[in-house]
């Protein structure tokens, strides 16, 4: 499992210097852009476009583990197509390459520190995620040269084994880590109050955002791309990150799951939270991976069609949620 990991970091990078590589030359950039036939879209998107920078990363990381570990090619899944001829979340933000976006909190709402990388490994058999990686390309840039650099972050749960690279600061100042060399970022343990925060899409339902507002006042930040609000989460500048639309999918959420799972959060299907009561029960209804979706085509089979939240302290989320479904069934009421 440890080998596994260790290649996924290195073809992350891999990945993450292609997408740099591509964004370079805007003019040649331009060409190298087309929009989605049917059945590759996002019904979310009007225009839905993918970049050869998506098509070589996807099939480089292919191509890397095949060769690593033959055979484990074929059972690994995109959202791309590998056929290229000539406004999308984070492949939006990269093609429209706003450098210059100044974040709120440490959160950017949209730019190219949006474009996250994302491998996740589940089990096949239990649909239960393993490990994931989740690889920034432009986390920040040199004010000087103009050349970006990027940073990574890893997660393993297997079984009792769970490490990660981020490095967790407790109330008293001390640190533990599972790999102090990966990355010089300090996470901070949100203190356990009702002060919650969240991030969402700015697209996001105006009941959820309302309840939200109840929940966390002002600490509710909207931001582009399923990858990085999950990675908002995984970094500790939010609690949750909540997305009530089926226009996510496995690949979008199965990375931050994994890292989440390894640091005790995870990532859940937000239509089944809402429903648990004593009577319907209350385990936590944690996304699966290894079922695809009946009676639809296209990349829709694999969409988590009950929306998601992702957390990264279950202590913290059992009282989040009782106040997001307290404040939902207020707002319905008085509608």
Same mark, same amino acid.
């Given at each position: ?225 399923? +990858? ?66 009946? +009676? ?24 989040? @949620? ?5 404040? @939902?069934? @207020? ?5």
């Amino acid at each position: 499992m440890s080998e596994i990991l260790r290649e996924l970091v290195y073809v992350s990078e891999k990945a993450a210097n292609i997408a740099r590589a591509c964004r370079q030359q805007e003019s040649l950039f331009q060409l190298l852009i087309e929009e989605k036939k049917e059945g590759e879209k996002n019904k979310k998107f009007i225009t839905d476009f993918k970049t050869l920078a998506d098509v070589l990363v996807q099939e480089v990381i292919k191509q890397n583990m095949g060769n690593k570990f033959p055979g484990l090619e074929n059972h690994i899944y995109g959202e791309e197509s590998n056929e290229f001829t000539n406004e999308l979340d984070s492949t939006y933000q990269y093609i429209k390459g706003s450098a210059d976006i100044k974040p709120n909190r440490g959160i950017f709402p949209c730019g190219l520190q949006c474009v996250t990388i994302l491998i996740g490994v589940y089990d096949r058999q239990t649909g239960v995620p393993l490990i994931g990686v989740i690889n920034q390309p432009f986390a920040s840039q040199d004010v000087k040269t103009l050349r970006w650099k990027g940073q990574y972050f890893w997660g393993l749960s297997y079984m009792d084994s769970n490490i990660h690279s981020l490095q967790i600061s407790s109330e008293n100042g001390s640190e533990s880590t599972a790999d102090s060399q990966t990355t010089k970022e300090t996470i901070r343990e949100p203190k356990f109050t009702q002060d919650f925060s969240a991030v969402i899409s700015t697209s996001e339902k105006d009941s959820i955002k309302s309840a939200l507002s109840n929940v966390c006042g002002e600490n509710v930040y909207g931001a582009a791309g399923a +990858g990085y609000k999950s990675l908002c989460v995984v970094q500790g500048l939010v609690d949750v990150y909540i997305f009530s639309e089926d226009t996510t999918f496995k690949w979008d959420s199965c990375a931050a799951h994994a890292i989440l799972k390894s640091i005790g959060g995870g990532m859940v299907d937000l239509r089944e939270c809402l429903k648990r009561n004593p009577e319907t029960g209350l385990d936590l209804p944690h996304l699966l991976y290894n079922v695809d979706n009946q +009676g639809v085509t296209g990349i829709d089979q694999w969409a988590n069609k009950g929306g998601l939240i992702a957390y990264r302290s279950r202590q913290r989320f059992d009282t989040f @949620l009782d106040l997001l479904i307290k404040n @939902l069934s @207020l707002s319905s009421t008085l509608a």
